[in-house]
């Protein structure tokens, strides 16, 4: 008698299923989701493992584009271009960017989100209202050096993209607790006469939360964007520049297509 | 009198100008982008400089469905997992299954696109006919030891995502020559008793390539999409795996949601 | 009249001076050092800012070979092997197995190293016994779900470069109170029945913790010290393996030199 | 009767052998080697398989001083100083140096030594001298747009590495025809009038050459030995500098010890 020896190291992934002649993903065939949900819907559905309505696959488009580049500045394009510049490969030269996605770039998203949870938690607990509950956090945050993710950023007084972000989630109903504790944390700095708006990272990491997403995929969205913009920067760095170029971080201007507006 | 000093460092770019609360993408005020187009359609944009109309723009976020993920076999998948394991940060285990689409994965689409070039330019070069063009390269590739990208696959006999790719191309009226060509490939193959039919890779790349694509950002299409399942991979192995562990390539099988249609 | 316009971006380094035709490290000329000191002494000398006596030099170079190559057991040998199958360039290769050198994987060194100051520092302020105040750590840890780092291994019990580096650091006349610490904490362990030596990376961290060294660049040791073995199997892949094959993270074995003596 | 089912992923490798307990490297007990031979020569052995004699010893260890850290300069270090500052772990943040090494940085070790070779094996095939051959060759890279790797340098016009690299390898009894031929070619450079001396990759290649290393390993040489120049600047980055701030790669100076000699 023979028996069997099972490998210990035999593992299970909930995310893709792989058969002759068919992938599905989430359950889904991957044939049937081409050319029926958009980009966008099914990174929703890759991370959160069910399909969106078609409002929320539109707003989760939405946010990916609002992320897919913000030009030279970035450290992402900076580190992709400089490593691009040694002659590396497309892939490693993308990875180097995406190596730069942390804490202090892109990184407000799940801050962002978890700083509005710990006032949300704070508001149910105490039954204080919402603007003290922030002003108390404010306050103690300052005490112990942090500050606030996710509001004011060194280019923009206001972020073109936030607005839009907000509205797009009016329509698909999708503005929740997090939205609102958001804004109330921009009412708040306003009334202490801050100047500190809801930036991009800081929308995005609201909307995530109230969509639902765990904090831990949320810089995920950033890093899904930004590779398009990336891939950009690194082909333009190949095409356009020499080898080994000092790149300067400040000293860059545009010089593509003018504005214009969409057909 | 002053002189005004020169940095010779000095650079320009083509892709997103930042100006303060205005950000445009090849022209366009990203918010203006924001809800009225996919995702697919902006990278569209950032990778050729103009938008797609939307049957295009449809296309291309049917074509990012398409590589969005394939499961825990490919190494870009392995790789992102086994650096997960000690303990690196999302962004650097994703980075490092970014590193893995190199010329044996993900690298057929642009192979695949200069080889067709290749046989599309020598009809053109002599008059003669498809399919007997594309015989003589054969031998010759044969002779050299090099072989076609783009054809075969080592889990699908009939990649169910090459022949949707090609019915939404043909929907969106974009099938030229090259898609035409790889028919002829696999056409070719099949006289010769090769079942070798054309796969997701393949038909990417000929798809891309009538677009009028560059060569060089072909494969970062794949690298956009795919960053969506990495980010997948490495959340599940930080969340249902322990650090460390053994990651067989081999066997694993899928335990997540079953088989289910579209809504 | 012309004013002066200061780069808010200039920046200063203390690591290496660069003059058309001189290179100096630290201060040193990088021609003199050359031939003079191992590289073992030149790596304490950046990372430190001064050369070490001879004795220390060369424990730095034991240090350095004690963690060159581990086989292909861990995580960075198989990362990095993964992504060059893919045909990634050996810098990619490489940087993907740095990549994995983290909290699970090298990171013990740094973190033995905290744990230990935390011992040494518990034993001054409450004048307790050594052993009396590791028992009482251990059970905390115990507690609260952490484990002391650098002791056991998966493989060895009894790890050959642990031994060998305590009697090289006796030699350089190094061993100080973090080596004592770490030797306490072994025989605690023993005492309550538990088989739990010192590994190389809990030796190391004592090591260079009583050298004086931060902790933020401990863990680079290893990185320095594994890159060497990371090129050697990147090579390996490239040149007995086939692109593409699945990685088996267990079953593998040696085939290389027998054993043997030094001359 | 139970059949044995082989697994066609076994696989094998000659660098490393690891036994409970025991640790050797091509053969050599990882014991016996920590504290008998210097870091140099551990890489000697783990790259060619053999011990080199303790002269050749000795220079592995020159060569990889040599390449230590060359500061702020080059793009490896601006690549892991941009990642750093983003709030990157040491390790990505170094792996992103070490992607940077390629083609364009670094990559004249390998490609001067492939150079050389064609220059020798053109001297052994047509039995002209040393020196007509090398103008034939570089006038014949000159017309197809290449140039020889190795020589010249952006900030050094005499390299004060190189001198002292062939001094140590003269002693070392090691050169060869390939320094005989890196030579001949800042030689026949001068002859014309250009001012191009051999910089310390065109050295290090040369000197790898005679040595008999294999092309593909060459540049594995500055990965191992800048490893420690990029955890120096990761760590003085993370230690001195605020996150996010705008690297400029040219308005930086040295603030670091004043000159000194060795004791």
Same mark, same amino acid.
């Given at each position: ?7 210990? #190291?035999?593992?299970?992934?909930? %995310?893709?299923? %792989? ?16 050319? #029926? ?63 730069? %996605? ?6 407000? %998203? ?108 949320? #810089? ?44």
């Amino acid at each position: 008698m023979s028996e069997t020896k099972t490998n210990p #190291n035999s593992w299970t992934t909930e %995310i893709t299923d %792989i058969q002759p002649n068919r992938v599905a993903v989430r359950g889904y065939d991957i044939a049937r989701l081409m050319g #029926n949900v958009s980009f966008g819907a099914a990174v929703y559905l890759i991370l959160r493992g069910e399909l969106p309505d078609e409002k929320i696959g539109r707003l989760m488009d939405a946010i990916l584009v609002s992320s897919i580049d913000h030009g030279a500045t970035p450290p992402s394009a900076l580190a992709a271009r400089t490593v691009a510049s040694t002659g590396a490969s497309l892939s490693a030269s993308v990875a180097a960017g995406i190596m730069s %996605i942390n804490e202090s770039h892109g990184g407000a %998203i799940e801050n962002c989100a978890r700083q509005l949870t710990l006032i949300i938690t704070r508001v149910h607990e105490t039954g204080s209202g919402l603007d003290d509950v922030i002003e108390t956090v404010l306050a103690e945050m300052k005490a112990s050096g942090q500050r606030m993710s996710g509001f004011g950023h060194r280019i923009h007084t206001d972020d073109p993209r936030t607005a839009r972000l907000f509205e797009l989630a009016d329509e698909a109903g999708v503005c929740g607790p997090y939205v609102e504790a958001a804004l109330a944390v921009e009412r708040v700095f306003a009334s202490s006469g801050k100047r500190l708006p809801i930036n991009v990272d800081g929308a995005i990491g609201a909307l995530l939360a109230d969509l639902g997403f765990d904090y831990e995929v949320m #810089n995920g969205m950033f890093m899904i964007a930004r590779t398009a913009g990336l891939v950009a920067h690194v082909n333009e760095e190949k095409t356009r520049q020499k080898p080994m170029r000092k790149i300067d971080p400040v000293d860059h201007s545009y010089d593509g297509h003018p504005a214009r507006d969409l057909p």
